[in-house]
């Protein structure tokens, strides 16, 4: 099964306002976690990690929090802009393993 | 300073068909992945490639697929004899170092899209 996943598949915001997307894991030994934004017909577009000895970190508009108590992950993009509407995905990075671990994706939709 | 580079964007194979697919990866970087993308779900990982080596096939089929990335020239994954469910989107990544580690700098093309019909 799924060791990353994401709570909801759709979020919608209105413009301006703060989005928070939130992630699920379910592996202990995950040493790294990204968030990548993918808009349709591209690659996965990197925004920002964070390691596993680390519980926040900031970007330009972004954080990622994490809390390993209850191995949830959350993206927070504040004053959100048309151009953020994509669909928002975590991945992992495990010990000892070569690939990342993808959730599924929530699709983030900005209203004006 | 070209990103990594993929082609072709879309290409559409009859079933039984072979499909190859094409990597370039970033000037300096000497890991590749390649990953799957079904339609609304996330990138599954499948070949982790160095020059000449594959390091690591754990989420590639068995049967049909085979990827490498020659001295000289593109990572090529190779589809044979393609079933409809090869549907998807191929999504190759190259890195400096190989990850987890600093700065590493993983980055992923735009994809080839596949459609076998």
């Known amino acids: 099964g799924e060791n990353v996943g994401l709570h909801l598949p759709t979020l919608s915001v209105q413009e301006g306002d703060n989005s928070i997307i939130n992630c699920a894991y379910s592996?202990?030994?995950?040493?790294?976690f990204i968030w990548y934004k993918q808009e349709s017909g591209k690659g996965p577009q990197f925004i920002i990690d964070i390691r596993s000895n680390m519980d926040k970190r900031q970007g330009q508009r972004v954080t990622v929090l994490l809390n390993k108590t209850v191995k949830h992950l959350s993206l927070q993009i504040a004053a959100t802009q048309p151009g953020d509407s994509a669909v928002y995905f975590c991945?992992?990075?495990?010990?000892?393993?070569?690939?990342?671990?993808f959730g599924k994706g929530t699709h983030l939709i900005i209203q004006p | 300073n070209a990103g990594v580079m993929q082609n072709p964007r879309h290409l559409v194979r009859r079933r039984g068909q072979e499909a190859r697919l094409r990597c370039s990866p970033m000037k300096g970087h000497s890991h590749v992945y390649w990953y799957r993308q079904l339609p609304e779900e996330g990138l599954k990982f499948m070949v982790y490639l160095q020059k000449e080596n594959i390091i690591d096939e754990s989420g590639m089929p068995k049967e049909r697929f085979s990827a490498e990335f020659p001295k000289e020239g593109p990572s090529i994954l190779r589809i044979q004899q393609v079933v409809r469910g090869d549907s998807a989107a191929y999504f190759c990544a190259s890195s400096s170092e190989r990850p987890p580690s600093p700065n590493y700098g993983y980055t992923f093309g735009s994809g080839t899209r596949l459609t076998v019909v």
């Open positions: 592996n202990s030994a995950s040493d790294y």
């Open positions: 991945a992992e990075f495990v010990s000892g393993a070569d690939g990342l671990t």
